[in-house]
């Protein structure tokens, strides 16, 4: 299912969406809540557009912004869908929420049960980054770890959501989820004076966030906040779990599914992608592209992206800057093109997943050590 809206609802002034709070509630026409008593606002969305200047010199691209969601509320843009979907549970008059997570859903829709006064089950794959793990259970979600996949976990909260009368926000409550994670399309042609760029760079799993960034900007050419936008989407995904990627490049309309996804980037390990026909529809009427990257060039991006602009981004989410930098090697993006990269997890969520670094030194607590350990003099 995918919400649709009557045109009279979505016509709202630049000036009117200005004027408000800088969350991604400043676009409620376009967000399918009822009545707005019933939202449930940590704070998520409006999140810093960043002129990546050394970044975008380091990759030979001339005019490059980064959407820094790693600065929302649970350090991951899914509090974006979990916000609208918590909020429709409760207009639904649910009694208790969920989700199916490979991680930054769960502490995102965790946080905002808590906030919302709803009970809140969580079930992810055991194999999810501990930090994940321990945060959502601190906002006082029952965590189940599913010895399984990410797949097997959804299957199950698929079927609690049926049997135990559970809003599940990414499947029972999917067509909300969604429409949530419309709001960083929305932001990023607001933050750049309302309009699109060239291209936006997303990392997926399960294909809903690309899909959505795009509906947004759809809707906001319908509702004639910005002219026809000649946007192009691009697809990011780790290569031990590509589906989506798979299919666009192979030309097909079909995604195979991966049954076991063979990659450290966790967040984005979604073997059957629930929205992955969306995502591929977007993807060829955009006139976008799709890479699969290594584990190790994820990294390398977490460090690029750390040591040129000063965001600590989890390998998932920096895979956009690693996308990227691939695709400019291709030759498959032109460096003189407008580009957003999404940047959509924190760091310091998926700290094992960084190498030591070199530039730590112990030293005593003297002049004298500070002058060998640097060399300054
Ligand atoms: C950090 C991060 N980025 C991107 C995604 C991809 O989102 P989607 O499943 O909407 O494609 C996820 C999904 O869990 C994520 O955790």
């Not at 820094?68 to 549970?89: E, I, M, Q, Y």
């Not at 760079?201 to 899909?211: E, K, N, R």
Request: with cysteine; proline share 6%.
């Amino acid at each position: 299912m995918e919400a649709n809206y009557d045109p009279e609802r979505i016509s709202v002034t630049k000036s009117k969406v200005e004027a408000r709070e800088p969350s991604m509630w400043r676009y409620w026409e376009f967000l399918p809540l009822i009545s707005l008593e019933n939202k449930v606002d940590i704070g998520a969305g409006y999140t810093p557009l960043i002129r990546a200047e050394r970044l975008g010199k380091k990759l030979g691209v001339k005019s490059l912004y980064i959407k820094n969601d790693t600065v929302n509320p649970t350090h991951s843009f899914k509090d974006r869908p979990a916000s609208l979907a918590v909020s429709k549970g409760r207009e639904f008059g649910l009694n208790a929420v969920g989700c199916a997570s490979t991680g930054n859903l769960a502490g995102a829709t965790a946080a905002h049960a808590t906030a919302g006064g709803l009970p809140c089950y969580v079930f992810m794959p055991s194999s999810v980054e501990k930090a994940k793990i321990k945060q959502a259970a601190l906002y006082g979600a029952q965590i189940l770890l599913v010895q399984g996949t990410y797949d097997d976990a959804n299957r199950l909260a698929a079927l609690a959501a049926d049997r135990l009368s559970l809003g599940i926000v990414n499947v029972n409550l999917r067509p909300y989820y969604v429409e949530g994670s419309k709001t960083m399309g929305l932001e990023i042609i607001e933050q750049l004076g309302w309009r699109s760029p060239d291209r936006i760079i997303v990392p997926t799993a399960s294909g809903a966030l690309l899909s959505a960034i795009y509906k947004g900007i759809k809707e906001a050419e319908l509702s004639g906040l910005i002219g026809g936008s000649g946007v192009s989407m691009v697809c990011a995904q780790p290569l031990g779990c590509s589906p989506i990627v798979k299919a666009f490049r192979n030309g097909g309309e079909r995604i195979e599914p991966v049954r076991h996804p063979d990659t450290i980037v966790q967040s984005l390990a979604i073997g059957d992608p629930g929205d992955g026909y969306q995502a591929l529809r977007v993807l060829r009427e955009s006139g976008g592209a799709a890479v699969a990257l290594t584990d190790d060039e994820a990294v390398e991006a977490v460090q690029l992206l750390a040591s040129t602009e000063g965001i600590f981004a989890e390998p998932g989410g920096a895979i956009s800057v690693a996308a990227l930098k691939k695709l400019v090697e291709l030759g498959e993006i032109d460096g003189d093109e407008e580009i957003v990269c999404c940047v959509t997890g924190s760091g310091l969520k998926t700290i094992e997943t960084i190498p030591e670094p070199t530039n730590v030194k112990l030293i005593p607590p003297t002049l004298e050590g500070v002058r060998k350990a640097t060399g300054l003099h």
